[in-house]
Every structure is written in C-alpha cells, then in structure tokens.
C-alpha cells in the first residue's frame, strides 16, 4: 500500500464507566463504517468487570489506571483514584501509541485531559469527546474560566446560548458546589486545556440544540446581545466544535449499520427475554418504565412513594431495581403487583423504549437515558439526583419538550401524588428529529465525514 493511500488510524479512550464507553465506542463504530481503523481503550480494572463483545471491526486494547488487579468497586477513594489515573494513564497510554504505531489522532474522553499532552508529544491530533450536553459543559466551561463564579451568590444563573437557570438547575457541582469537590474539580479540568485540541465532538446534534425554548418568553432565554441561534454556534466561535451524535446504535436510528442492534457491553445481565414476553402482552401505549440508571440508588423514603405509586396509580409497569436496591422493596409488594407489573434487576433498555407498548419513561435524566428516550419517541417524568440530571431535566420540560419533571418536597423527595400526576400528564408523546442527524446527509453524519476527510489528508 503506498504511503497516500494509508489508512488512517484513530486512537479512542474512554472513561471507565458505562456512560461514557457506550457513547464512544458507538462513534467508533460510525468511524469504522466510513473506512477509518479504529482502536478503542479503556482502563484494564474496568474492561474485567464487563462483557465487551469484540465480533466487530473495532481494536480493542487497554491502558492502566494504576490499579490493574483490581475491579471497579474495590478501586481508591475519588481523589486517590484521579491521581494515579493521570499518572499511570498518561504513560500506560503513551505505551500504547508507540505500540500501535502510526496512530493520527487520538479521541479522548473530557474525563481525561491529559490525554491531550500525549497525543501533542507524538505530533498527532488530538479531539476531545464531551459525553455530556453542550449546556452543561457551557456552564463548566464558565466555571473553569471563572466566568461563573461558585458558590452561586445569584437565584438564576444567565449565560449565552442557554435558557435562564435556576441555581438548582444547574449541575449539582455547580449548585451544591463542595459536596462532590473531587468529581466536581474533574469536570471542570476538562476545559484547562481545550483550546489546544484540534477538534472538539459533542454526542449531540444540531436540531437538539436548536430546539425552541418551549416555555420560556423570549426575554428568558438568555441570549441578549449575542444573537446566537444555539449554544453550539456559541461554542463555534472558541473551538472547532462539531456535534457527531446522537451516539446510540444505528439499528434504533437511522439503519445505516445494518449489525448494529446493540451497545457493546453491560454492567449487569439484562432480563431480556422476560422483559420484551411481558411487553408484548400489553396495550399500544400502556405501560410507564421506570429505571434509574447504574449509579443511583434511593433511600427507603423515596421507595415507598414510587412503590405507592405504582401500587395506587391504574397503569401497567416495568420497572428495574438494581440487586443494590432490593432491600427497600417489600416481597409482597413484587408479589402483589405481578398481573400489572414486572419487575426487574436489569433489561435492554434500547428494546424497551422501542416497543409500542411504552408510553412513559421515569428517568433518573442521565443523558444517555435521556437521548435514548428521545430517539425512541418516549416522553419523560424526570426525577434527577445529582450531576448533569438537574440541567438534562430542565431541558427535557422547558427547551425540548419531551416530558416534565417530578419536583422533590423540602426533603428531597418527589411525593406520590407529584409523582403520579407527572406521569398521568406525559402518556403521550411524540416523535424527533434524531434519526434525520446521524442519517446519511444528516447534520452529525457530514461532521464525520469532515473529520474524516482531514485525517485521510494527513494519512
């Protein structure tokens, strides 16, 4: 093969969590799809916890965090654990550049900016991949540069490209700023050093920003002499921002990648089959999912008013408590419910939220639950904990919407009755633009296809 027509290899490395490798090993499938070879790495302690499924084009390799023997739930506390992984990361995955040879750009996680002073030491490019909306890293980019100063001394937070904020619409590191310091310091790190990357990829899309401020007046929005259409045209004017989502399997979107039916690893086995029997024995429209991610788990109080709910409400229900959550749900209660409902330690979510059957989706907000119910066409009762939740709730009801939210009492806590008056309201609703942006021609699909074509000229 002669030098001008190499193929360009790109370098992929993710955060070790669910949330941030599912996003980005589905670009990498989308890069693969368009000629490019591609290698995607995360952390040898997380890649042991998981099934990844490797029947794929994809190259997968690891690099180290420092704690290579060890699974994730025995890992350091946060700010023992960030530090060894800057320091062992950055030179396990120089290692690995050198290994792989001929690498042309990496692809790296916002969790891990270092990443950038590697691929600048090798001469390549370097391009930063946000996992999280263009609004919430908008407002960590005003933290980092000091632009928002925290804590909050202002009720409402006003910056360019977003609708007016709350202070507790805001991420909860921003608004309840010192009780997460160590996470909170990280994702505002990811910003140090951003002006340096070559590129800069959202798993996001241009129509989803563009999105009409729905309940807010013109005089909120928050805009003033800017004139700025979305916050991605915002971020345009800083980085070379390109928004290449949304990052969910092709099969669910747009059908381009014909084997791509599912994400590539789980944390935890999906009840696959007794989930999509039960589904298939319900009403068009009929029944509300709720599941609340990997992470969160709530307290006795919260459980006994969704279970009130539930057991009250005249609605049929799916509903997936973690193994981690089963003590504050009485037997009985799983038992007495059996005819209208099924519950469930874990399930396919992407098969969920595609059957007809769905009609609500009760949602912890995490982003990833979130684009997959409005690529599904699912509307959603948001009931956000902590992070970017608060911010990704907010957008679902007012800019986006795709649902409301279940507002918590004083005591952090979302009562019966808000509860069920929030899903009675979003039975119904409607169909995105998603499918049009990562589709052929579409928005985010000539984002790539630009990225593309520059990495092949450098090849």
Known sequence: MSLQAKQPHVLVISYPAQGHV????????????????TTFA??????????????????????????????????APHDIYFTKLREEGSKSLSSLVEKLDGVNAIIYDGFLPWALDVAKRFKIFAVIFFTQTCAVNNIYYHVNRNLLKIPLSNSVVSLPGLPKLENWE???????????????????????????????????????????????SNRDIGLKQDHVKTVVDWMTKLWRVKTIGPTLPSMYLDKQLLEDNNYMINLFKPMSIECMSWLNNKPKGSVVYLSFGSLINHGPGQMNEIISTLTDGGFSF?????SSEEANVPKEFVNSVSKKGLVVTWCPQLEVL???????????????????????????????????????????EDVWGVGVRAKPDANGIVRRQVLDSCIREVMEGEKTLAKEAI?????????IDEFVAELKLQS
């Not at 599912?22 to 070879?37: D, E, H, S, T, Y």
């Not at 799916?318 to 973690?322: E, G, H, S």
């Open 318 to 322: 799916l509903w997936v408590i973690k």
């Open 42 to 75: 995360t952390t040898k302690s997380f890649s042991k916890t998981v099934h990844i499924d490797h029947n794929t084009p994809i190259t997968f390799e690891t690099f180290s965090d420092g704690f290579d023997d060890n699974g994730r739930d025995q890992l």
């Open 354 to 396: 595609a059957h007809e059957s769905i009609g609500c989706f009760v949602t912890h907000c995490g982003y990833n639950s979130t684009l997959e119910a409005i690529c599904s066409g699912v509307p959603v009762v948001g009931m956000p904990q902590w992070s970017d939740q608060s911010t990704n709730a907010k957008y679902v």
């Open 22 to 37: 599912n996003p980005m090993l589905q670009f990498c499938k989308r890069l693969v799809a368009k000629g490019i070879k």
């Open 439 to 447: 589709g052929q021609g579409g928005t985010s699909d000539k984002n």
């Open 170 to 216: 805001t991420p909860s590191f921003v608004h309840r700023f010192g009780e997460f310091p160590v996470v909170g310091e990280l994702v505002f790190s990811q910003f140090t050093d951003i002006d340096q990357a070559d590129w800069v990829f959202f798993n996001s899309f241009y129509k989803l920003e563009e999105e009409k401020f729905t309940k807010c």
